[in-house]
C-alpha cells in the first residue's frame, strides 16, 4: 500500500476475538476516510482531517471489509482490504430429553435426537462428543451427560442432562418381588385385623364378659407407643423456653378436642414424629427404587410431614367450630325454655348436655362438671367463650355476667339472644347462596394450576425435568409455591366477608 499507507492486518481467518486494524497513513497523505462494511452493508463511516494514523477496532461477529480513500499531496487514491472473519456467538445444542431413565449397564444412543447448529457453520452435530466413557452406568445412582460442541471460530456450547441408573419400573428383581408381595401381605393382614377389631367392638356391648378381655390390638399398641414416644419428646422440648412459648398456639386444640389427654407441647412432638415418618416412609420407597436420594428429597418429605398436622389440626378446629355455631342455636332455644319453666341455669346447661350430641354437647358437660368443682357461672362461661373464640359466645357469656351483676329478666334476654342468633344464621345462609359463583370460580382457580401441571407431566413427564434436575430448578419452584401460596392467601381474603 505505497499510496495510501500500512496496515497491520491486511484480511484474517475466522476468529472469535476482537480484531484491531492499525491504518498508517504515508507521509504525503493530508487526510483520508474509511468505511467499515459489515456483512456487505456499510456499519461505519469515519473521516480523519489529518495525516495520524488509526486504530479500526471490530469486534462483532461478521464479515467485515475496510475501503479506505486517502486525500494526498498527488491526488486521490482508494484502497480496499480483505476480509475479516469474526465469530463471537456459540453453537446452540437442542437435546429432546433431559432425563433418561435406564437399567444398570444398559446401553443408550445419546446422541439420538441432539441437535447442534451454529450461525456461521451451520449444522455441526457430527461434532458433538459427550462424556458418556467417563460414566459408570454399571452403578446406581444420578449420572451428569454432558453434551460438548465447538465451532470453526471456537466458540464452545455445552448441555448438561440427566441419567438415572436405576431398575425399570417393569424390570423388578426377585428382591424387590419379595419385599413387595410381602409388604403388600402386610397391608392385606393388618386390613384384616383391624375389621376384626372393628367387629369386637361392635358385638362386645351384646356380650356379658367382653370378647378377648384385657388384650389390645395392633393398632391400639402402635398408638401407645407412639404416644409414649411423644411424652418423652414433650419432656426433653419442656425445657426450652422457646419450645414452651411455641405450643402456646395449640392450646386451642387441647381446648377443643383433645380431652386434656395432650398438652400443647405434645402437639409438637406429635409433629416431629409425623416428620420422621414421612422420611422413613420416603426412603422405604426411593430403597425399592433403588435410587440414592439427594439433600432435597430428605429435606422435603420433612418439611411436609412436619406442617401437614398443622392443616389437619386447623381442619378439624374449624369443624369443630362451625359444628358448635351451627349447633349454639338448639343450645339457647333449650336453655330459654328451660328458664320459662322454672329450672336455674345449672340445670339448664344439664339439660342441654343430655339433649344435643356432639362437640356443643361436650362443651355443655364441661361448663357442668366445672360448675360442679365450685367455679362461678361467669367464670364457667367465659371459659367457654375463650375455648371456642365465637362471638355468639363472647355475647352469651357478657349478658349472663350483666344478669348475675344487676339481675334482671332471663327469659327475655334470651329471647333476644335467641332472635339475634337466628337472624345472624339467616343472614350468613343468605350470603353464602349470594356468593356461591364467586366462591366456585376462586376454587376452580385454585385447583386449575394443580391440573395444568398433571396433565403436562401426563402428556411428557420429562417437561418439567429440568425443575428437578437443578439448583436454579429447585428456587423456580420454590418461588412458584411461594407465589401460589400468597395467591391462594389474598383471594381467600378478599372473599371473606365478616359480619
Known sequence: MNEVGTLNIIESE??????????????????????IYKDDVVYKNISVDNGDKSNIKLDKTGNYKISIKAITLKGDATYETGIYKIDKEAPTIEVSKYNYTISPGENIDVLKDVKA????????????????????????????????????????????????????????????????????????????????VILEKRFVKYTVNPLRDHTKSIFDKIGIKLQSIAYRISDSLDRFESARKGSKRYQKYVDAFSNNKYSAIDFISMKIITAFTFLIATIIIQTLRFRIL???????????????????????????????????????????NCFKSGRSITQAINIVAEQLDGAISDEFKKMSLELSFGLEIEVVFDRFAKRIKLEE???????????????????KVFTSIEKTLFNRQKLNLELKSLTGSSRIIMYALTVMPILFVLVISFINKDYYAPLFTSPLGFIIIGIILVLYVTYIIVVRKIMKVRM
Not at 476482537?18 to 483520508?32: L, R
Not at 392443616?311 to 378439624?316: E, L, Q, R
Not at 349472663?400 to 351483676?405: G, I, R
Open 14 to 35: 475466522l476468529a472469535n476475538k476482537d480484531i484491531v486494524v492499525t491504518y498508517v497513513p504515508n507521509t504525503f497523505v493530508t487526510s483520508y476516510e474509511y468505511t
Open 117 to 196: 447448529t451454529d450461525n456461521i457453520d451451520g449444522d455441526i452435530t457430527k461434532s458433538i462428543t459427550t462424556n458418556k466413557d467417563t460414566l459408570n452406568l454399571k452403578s446406581f445412582g444420578s449420572k451428569k451427560l454432558t453434551y460438548t460442541v465447538v465451532d470453526a471460530a471456537g466458540n464452545i456450547a455445552t448441555k448438561d442432562i440427566t441419567i438415572n441408573v436405576t431398575y425399570q419400573d417393569y424390570l423388578l428383581n426377585f428382591n424387590q418381588i419379595i419385599l413387595i408381595i410381602g409388604l403388600v401381605g402386610l397391608l392385606i393382614f393388618l386390613l384384616v385385623l383391624n375389621r376384626v
Open 294 to 336: 439427594n439433600i432435597f428429597e430428605l429435606v422435603i418429605p420433612m418439611v411436609i410431614g412436619y406442617f401437614i398436622l398443622d392443616i389437619i389440626y386447623a381442619y378439624k378446629y374449624n369443624k369443630y367450630r362451625k359444628k358448635i355455631e351451627k349447633d349454639l342455636l338448639q343450645a339457647i332455644i333449650i336453655m330459654n
Open 393 to 411: 359466645a363472647a355475647y352469651l357469656t357478657s349478658s349472663l355476667s350483666v344478669l348475675n351483676k344487676t339481675g334482671g329478666n332471663i327469659i
